[in-house]
């Protein structure tokens, strides 16, 4: 779901708010554990990458999981985003 929106948004066909809302969702199903396993790594990435929009409440978000990650965690999480970023 995300992979489209993003297509979608760097083609200009929806706006980076809402690409950026796509992210902050998809951050509040794993932070959660919504239709999928709570993995607060994987919280932390989408977070990280709405925040990166612009998504004021997943800057927010994304300090929160930090301080529940360990280090390593937060290398991982850190490493998945820049990973998603050089594919999107």
Request: proline content about 0%.
């Amino acid at each position: 779901m995300a992979r489209f929106d993003m297509n979608m948004a760097e083609h200009g066909q929806i706006s980076q708010g809402a690409a950026a809302e796509v992210l902050f969702e998809l951050g509040m199903m794993y932070s959660l554990g919504r239709e999928v396993e709570a993995d607060l790594v994987e919280a932390h990435k989408w977070f990280n990458l709405a925040a990166i929009r612009g998504h004021e409440k997943a800057r927010q978000y994304r300090m929160e999981i930090a301080e529940e990650l360990s280090d390593e965690e937060l290398r991982e999480a850190l490493r998945r985003a820049r990973e998603w970023m050089g594919l999107h």
